[in-house]
C-alpha cells in the first residue's frame, strides 16, 4: 500500500490507507483542514474525526494500529463512546461537550483494544471549525499512556514496597544526602530509640549515642562522607528505655548514572548478644589456654586448631609444632583405637573416651585418661580433646601389681614349705601327739623367724634376735644357757634357714641333749670371719661371713642316733645349699654344730629377696 | 609312675627339696639328684642325664631358665614348679612346658612329671 502509484490532489499529504472511504474524507475537507489533519494523520498517536454527535468518521492509520483494528468499516460511523468501558463514558461525554463549545476536553481512561489489549488512554478532544465559524466536527487524540501508566504503577508499588522491606528488616535502615544529612530512617530505628524523625534530621542521631563514642563515631563518619568512602563502625545506642545496645553498622555511597554520589544508605545491626558470647568465648579460650589440663581441638581433616599450654607442659609440643598436625601420629598414640575407629565411634556417639598411651617430645610414655568430643561447626566439625595424665596412677598400679605377685609369691612359698614340713614331720612321728608336737614347734619357729624379718619389712634379721626366738632363755634354765655375739644381720634366706637349724638343735637339746637333763649347758656364740672360702678355706679375697657355734657342754653318754632324724638330715643338706655351710659333731660331753653363712652387709650390693626386675626392690636405711 | 627313673631337681629351698626327693624315691624314682641354683643344675648335667626333671623358676638368686634351655637342647622333659600364678613371664619357647603351681600334692608332682616322661618318650 505504500507504494500507492495514485496521484493525489495537491497538498495533501497520502494517507496510509488508500481505503476509498478514507481518501473520500480527506478530498471533502478544505485544503487548510485537510493539511492540519494530514499531519495529525501521520501523527503516532491515535487521531480520529468525529462529527457532532460523536460517531466516527475517521481514523488515522496509526490509530487502527494502536486500537488494533483491521478494518476501519467496523468502525465507521459507529460512537465513540461505545468504545469506552462504561464508567468512562461521563468522561467522553464531558470532553466531546467541552470541545463542542471550542474548549479543550481531556481525560485518562482506560479501555481494550479491538484484540482485547487493556491499555490506558489520554485522551485530548477539540473541535474543528471548518470555516471558522462555528464547530462542525471533533478531533479526539488518544495516546497510548499504557507504558507510562505501569511505570508509575511500579514506581508506586516499588514505593511502598520499600517502606514495607525498609521497617521490617532486623536492622535500622537511614539514608543522609551528600553532605551526610540524614533525612530519612526506617521505623525501627524510631522504634528502639522511641524518638521521631523531627528529632532526628541532619545530625540529631547524635542524641542516641554514647557520650563515650558520639566524637569518634562523627569524625569517621564525616571523614568517610567526604571522601565517599564506604563507613563502617561499632558502637553502642541508647533505646527508648535507656540501656545501650552496640551495633555494628555500615553506609554506602550510591551513585548517579555519572558517578556522582547520590545519596548514602545506612543501616545498624544489633551485635549485642555476638558480642557478649564472643566475649564469653574468649574468656573460655582464656581459661582453656591457661589451663593444666592438656586440651586440643583438631579438625579431621586440617589437624590441630588449638593447642593449650597444658598440651605444651604435658606432651612437650610448643602450640607452633602441633598446630596442622595430626596429633594421633604426633604423640604415637598407642594402647588403644585406631585413629579412624577413633574417630567413627565419636561421630556415632558424639563422644568417647578411654586410657590412651602417648609419646612426649622427649620419647617418655604419657598415660592419659582422654575425652573426645564432636563439636560441629556450621557444616564443619571438630573434636574437642581433653587429656588428663594417669601416668603416675598406672605406676602405683604397675608398683601394687607386682606387690601383689609377690606377696602371692610368698605365701604360697611359704605353703610350700609348710607342706613339705608337715608331710616329713609325718614321716618321722610314731604318733599323732608327736606330730601335732614336733610340727607344731617347726611352724612356730618359722612364725618367729618370719616376725623378726617382718620387723625390718623383710631386709634382713638380727642374729640376736634370731637366735633369741629360738633358744629358751627361761630363768628357770639359769646361765645354762648362754648366747653371745657382735650385731650382725641376715638376708632372709640365709636367717630362715638358719631359724630351722637352730629350732631342730634347741628341740634335741630340750629332747635328747644339754636340757634334757639337769646339768647340761648350750652356748650359742656367733662371730665375723674372714678369709674363709666356701670349702673353708683360708681365702683372703672372701668376704667377711657370720659364724655361730652351738655347742653342748656337760652332756653324759652322747651317742649318734640310729638314722637321722629330719633335723639332722636338714642340718647336713644346710651345707650343700650357696652361701651356707654346716659341720655337726658328736663330742664326748655334747653336740657342737657350727654354721657359716653370709652376713648382709649394708655397703654391699646384695642380691634383693625377690627376682630382680619383678621386684619394687628392697627397703634401705633399715639399719 | 616313676619307676626306675632317673630325676633331677632343682629348688633353693632345702625344706620343699627334702620333701620332693623322699616323694620321688616314694614313687620308685631311681635316682634323685637335688640342686639349689641354676649353675649347680648345669655343672651337674655335665656328668648326669636325667629321665626328666622339676625345675623351681625363682631361684634365690636369678632363675631357672637357663637350665630349662639346657633340657630343651638336651631333649630332656622337664615341668616347672613355682609358686607365681602368673606363667607370662616365661619366654614363648616354654609355652609348652606344664607349670605345676605351689604348693603342690605329691600325686600332682608324681602326675606332672610321668606325663612329662611319657610324652617324649611317645615323640622319640
Redesign the interface.
Known amino acids: 500500500m505504500t507504494n500507492d502509484s495514485r496521484h493525489h490532489p495537491p497538498g495533501k499529504v497520502p494517507a496510509q490507507s488508500h481505503d476509498p472511504k478514507e481518501t473520500d474524507v480527506w478530498d471533502a475537507l478544505p485544503l487548510g483542514a485537510s493539511l492540519g489533519l494530514n499531519l495529525l494523520a501521520a501523527s503516532p498517536d491515535c487521531v480520529k474525526l468525529l462529527d457532532l454527535d460523536g460517531n466516527i468518521q475517521f481514523m488515522n492509520q496509526n490509530g487502527l494500529a494502536l486500537v488494533e483494528v483491521d478494518d476501519f468499516r467496523d468502525m465507521q460511523g459507529k460512537p465513540w463512546v461505545d468504545l469506552w468501558p462504561a464508567e468512562y463514558e461521563q468522561f467522553v461525554q464531558t470532553a466531546m461537550d467541552e470541545a463542542k463549545a471550542s474548549r479543550v476536553g481531556r481525560f485518562t481512561a482506560f479501555a481494550f483494544t479491538g484484540k482485547g489489549t487493556p491499555k490506558w488512554w489520554d485522551v485530548v478532544v477539540s473541535g474543528i471549525k471548518y470555516d471558522g465559524e462555528a464547530v462542525s466536527g471533533l478531533l479526539a487524540v488518544s495516546r497510548d499512556v499504557t507504558r507510562q501508566k505501569q511505570i508509575e504503577d511500579s514506581f508506586r508499588i516499588g514505593e511502598q514496597r520499600f517502606r514495607a522491606l525498609a521497617d521490617n528488616i532486623a536492622q535500622f535502615a537511614w539514608m543522609a544526602d551528600t553532605t551526610g544529612y540524614l533525612y530519612w530512617y526506617n521505623q525501627r530505628w524510631f522504634d528502639y530509640t522511641g524518638t521521631d524523625l523531627s528529632e532526628m534530621a541532619g545530625s540529631g542521631w547524635k542524641k542516641v549515642h554514647h557520650p563515650a563514642h558520639v566524637d569518634r563515631v562523627n569524625a569517621k563518619f564525616q571523614n568517610c562522607i567526604d571522601n565517599g568512602l564506604v563507613w563502617e563502625d561499632t558502637f553502642p545506642l541508647r533505646g527508648a528505655d535507656g540501656n545501650y545496645r552496640w551495633f555494628l553498622s555500615r553506609a554506602m555511597p550510591i551513585r548517579d548514572d555519572n558517578g556522582n554520589v547520590a545519596l548514602w544508605c545506612g543501616t545498624n545491626t544489633d551485635i549485642t548478644e555476638q558480642r557478649k558470647a564472643s566475649q564469653r568465648l574468649s574468656q573460655l579460650a582464656r581459661l582453656i589456654e591457661l589451663s593444666h589440663e592438656a586440651i586440643l581441638v583438631w579438625d579431621p581433616e586440617d589437624g590441630v586448631l588449638l593447642w593449650n599450654r597444658g598440651c605444651v607442659e604435658m606432651f612437650g609440643y610448643t602450640e607452633g609444632e602441633a598446630l596442622n598436625s595430626d596429633s594421633y601420629k604426633l604423640l604415637q598414640t598407642s594402647n588403644t583405637l585406631s585413629r579412624e575407629e577413633m574417630l567413627a565411634a565419636v561421630e556415632a556417639g558424639g563422644q568417647w573416651s578411654g586410657e590412651v598411651l602417648r609419646r612426649a617430645k622427649d620419647g617418655s610414655e604419657v598415660w592419659t585418661d582422654c575425652r573426645l568430643e564432636l563439636i560441629r561447626v556450621g557444616d564443619n566439625r571438630v573434636v574437642l580433646e581433653t587429656n588428663r595424665d594417669v601416668s603416675e596412677r598406672r605406676r602405683a598400679d604397675t608398683v601394687r601389681n607386682v606387690l601383689i605377685?609377690e606377696l602371692?609369691?610368698?605365701?604360697?612359698?611359704t605353703?610350700?614349705?609348710?607342706?613339705?614340713?608337715a608331710?616329713?614331720t609325718a614321716?618321722t612321728s610314731a604318733s599323732m601327739d608327736e606330730f601335732v608336737q614336733s610340727f607344731t614347734g617347726r611352724i612356730q619357729s618359722l612364725s618367729m623367724a618370719h616376725n623378726v624379718l617382718t620387723d625390718t619389712n623383710w631386709s634382713n634379721a638380727s642374729v640376736y634376735d634370731l637366735v633369741k626366738s629360738q633358744v629358751d632363755m627361761s630363768a628357770a634354765l639359769g646361765d645354762r644357757v648362754t648366747i653371745g655375739g657382735p650385731e650382725a644381720f641376715l638376708a632372709p634366706?640365709p636367717a630362715l634357714?638358719l631359724t630351722?637349724i637352730l629350732h631342730e638343735l634347741a628341740t634335741n637339746a630340750v629332747e635328747h641333749g644339754a636340757l634334757s637333763g639337769s646339768n647340761g649347758r648350750v652356748s650359742v656364740t656367733w662371730e665375723m670371719v674372714s678369709n674363709v672360702s666356701d670349702a673353708g678355706l683360708v681365702d683372703a679375697a672372701a668376704s667377711p661371713r657370720l659364724r655361730i657355734v652351738w655347742r653342748e657342754t656337760e652332756v653324759g653318754g652322747v651317742v649318734a642316733p640310729p638314722r637321722k632324724g629330719?633335723g639332722l638330715?636338714?642340718i647336713e643338706?644346710?651345707g650343700?645349699?650357696?652361701h651356707i655351710k654346716t659341720r655337726f659333731e658328736f663330742h664326748d660331753d655334747g653336740i657342737c654344730c657350727e654354721i657359716i653363712t653370709n652376713l648382709d652387709l649394708p655397703t654391699a650390693s646384695n642380691?634383693p629377696f625377690f627376682?630382680p626386675g619383678?621386684s619394687a626392690g628392697r627397703a634401705s636405711g633399715s639399719l | 609312675m616313676l619307676n626306675g627313673l632317673k630325676i633331677l631337681v632343682l629348688e633353693d629351698n632345702l625344706v620343699i627339696a627334702m620333701d620332693v626327693e623322699l616323694l620321688l624315691q616314694d614313687c620308685g624314682a631311681d635316682v634323685v639328684e637335688t640342686v639349689s641354683t641354676a649353675s649347680a643344675a648345669l655343672a651337674k648335667l655335665a656328668d648326669f642325664s636325667p629321665d626328666v626333671a622339676v625345675l623351681d623358676i625363682n631361684l634365690d638368686s636369678g632363675t631357672s631358665l637357663p637350665v630349662a634351655e639346657a633340657l630343651l637342647e638336651r631333649g630332656i622333659p622337664f615341668i616347672f614348679a613355682t609358686g607365681y600364678s602368673d606363667p607370662s613371664m616365661l619366654p614363648e619357647a616354654f609355652a609348652h612346658i606344664d607349670i605345676l603351681p605351689k604348693p603342690f600334692e605329691a600325686s600332682a608332682l608324681e602326675r606332672a612329671l610321668s606325663e612329662a616322661f611319657q610324652r617324649r618318650k611317645a615323640q622319640s
Open positions: 605377685a602371692n609369691h610368698r605365701v604360697k612359698n605353703l610350700a614349705i609348710v607342706q613339705s614340713l608331710t616329713q614321716r634366706q634357714q630351722l629330719f638330715n636338714l643338706r644346710s650343700h645349699l650357696p642380691q627376682n619383678k
